[in-house]
C-alpha cells in the first residue's frame, strides 16, 4: 500500500509541475524538473493523457495540461466561489431562524467544518472549526451521504459501517433524498437537534452542506419555518 500512495503521490507532483509551467514541456525538461528518468515520467504521462489531463503537441512532441485538467480547475473554481457566497449569506439565515449555522465541505477526513455562525442564543458545544462529522449521526454528514458521489465518501463509510454493521446507509440516504434535507436530534450530541441541506454543484452534487442547530427537537420537522428557511437558503445558492 504504502509503494502504491509512493508511485501516486510521484504521478501527482509530476501533474503539479506541469501545471506550474508557462506552457508546453517537453518530456527530458519535466524528468529533470521531477527528479526522476524520463521513461517513468513518460509512463504517467502516458496514463495522465489517457485520462484526458495532460495533452502532446503533434510535431513537438512537448506536453501540457489537457481538456480533462482545465474542466477540473474550472470545477474547483465553481465550488471555491460557491463556498465562498454561502458563507457570506448565513448571517442572514441565522437571523431569519434565530439558530446557530455550520458550514461544512468535504475535506481528507469528511465532512469538516469551515464557519460557524453564532445566534444571539448560542449553545455552547465541542463542535467548532476543524471538527469532521460523522457521516450517519450527524445531519451534516447525512446530507454528504445523500448527495455527494459514492466514491468520494466510500472510505468514511465504510470505517463507520464497520463500527455500526447493522445500518442500513442506502436507505438513509434515500430518505434524507426524499425529504430534500437531513435531521437529527441528539444522535450526535445529546440535548441537540439539526437540520441540513445541500448547497449542490451544476451536476447535482453536493458542494457544501448547510447545518442550523439548537435545543428545541420541534426544529426537525417536515412543517417548520426553519426546514422551509434552510431549504430556501440552500436552494437559492445552489447551481441547478
Not at 465541505?105 to 476543524?130: C, D, I, K, S
Request: net charge negative; proline share 5%.
Amino acid at each position: 500500500m504504502a509503494e502504491g500512495l509512493s508511485s501516486l503521490d510521484a504521478a501527482l507532483g509530476l501533474l503539479k509541475l506541469l501545471s506550474a509551467q508557462g506552457g508546453p514541456v517537453g518530456l527530458s525538461e519535466i524528468a529533470r524538473e521531477a527528479g526522476m528518468p524520463a521513461s517513468k515520467a513518460h509512463r504517467y504521462l502516458a496514463s495522465f493523457m489517457a485520462a484526458g489531463l495532460v495533452s502532446q503537441a503533434g510535431r513537438s512532441g512537448k506536453y501540457d495540461l489537457g481538456p480533462g485538467a482545465v474542466a477540473l480547475g474550472v470545477a474547483g473554481m465553481a465550488r471555491m466561489e460557491m463556498v465562498n457566497r454561502t458563507a457570506d449569506a448565513l448571517p442572514e439565515l441565522v437571523e431569519a431562524t434565530a439558530l446557530t449555522a455550520l458550514l461544512s465541505v468535504w475535506g481528507n477526513a469528511g465532512a469538516t467544518v469551515v464557519r460557524w455562525e453564532r445566534a444571539p442564543r448560542f449553545v455552547v458545544t465541542t463542535l467548532g472549526l476543524g471538527t469532521v462529522m460523522p457521516l450517519l449521526n450527524s445531519a451534516s454528514g447525512r446530507a454528504f451521504l445523500a448527495w455527494a458521489p459514492q466514491a468520494v465518501i466510500a472510505g468514511r463509510l465504510a470505517e463507520e459501517l464497520a463500527l455500526e454493521p447493522g445500518r442500513d446507509a442506502a436507505a438513509l440516504a434515500g430518505e434524507v433524498r426524499t425529504a430534500g434535507y437531513a435531521q437529527v436530534s441528539g444522535d450526535l450530541i445529546p440535548g441537540l437537534a439539526a437540520i441540513s441541506a445541500p448547497v449542490l454543484d451544476w451536476q447535482g452534487e453536493i458542494g457544501a452542506a448547510v447545518t442550523l442547530y439548537g435545543t428545541d427537537p420541534a426544529i426537525c420537522g417536515a412543517d417548520r419555518a426553519e426546514v422551509a428557511a434552510l431549504k430556501a437558503f440552500c436552494a437559492g445558492l445552489s447551481a441547478v
